[in-house]
């Protein structure tokens, strides 16, 4: 079983930056793919972000079309901490953001994730 739990969240000005982080016990992290999704209100949760591992040394990032060149995932796997970088936000990047992780097969597809955080509020106002 892993906990997750995210932290990082606030109210930023459009154009400004944040930093998500996720907190994960277990001793599984490394090996799990690791993945961010939101939920703005009204509107379904969608996929952000998500890092998976080649079962070797090689971890590979993914992103939505909205935030790529903007948001940056990362991990570190000492830490059991999965991060996300959000820079040039947005008001409509506004949502309460989840931190996910599993066996995954395909990242982008919340289904296949075994374990959520909480989530954290990311507000951007214009």
């Known amino acids: 079983q892993v906990q997750l739990v995210e932290s990082g969240g606030g109210t930023v000005q459009g154009g400004g930056s944040l930093r998500l982080s996720c907190a994960a016990s277990?001793?599984?992290?490394?090996?799990?793919?690791m993945g961010w999704f939101r939920q703005a209100p009204g509107k379904e949760r969608e996929f952000v972000a998500a890092t998976t591992w080649d079962r070797g040394s090689i971890y590979y990032a993914y992103y939505a079309d909205s935030v790529k060149g903007r948001f940056t995932i990362s991990r570190d796997n000492a830490k059991n901490t999965l991060y996300l970088k959000m820079n040039s936000l947005k008001p409509e990047d506004t949502a309460v953001y989840y931190c996910?992780?599993?066996?995954?097969?395909?990242?982008?597809?919340?289904?296949?994730?075994?374990?959520w955080g909480q989530g954290t509020q990311v507000t951007v106002s214009s």
């Open positions: 277990g001793r599984t992290f490394s090996s799990l793919t």
């Open positions: 996910a992780g599993g066996a995954a097969a395909s990242y982008d597809i919340e289904s296949l994730y075994d374990y």
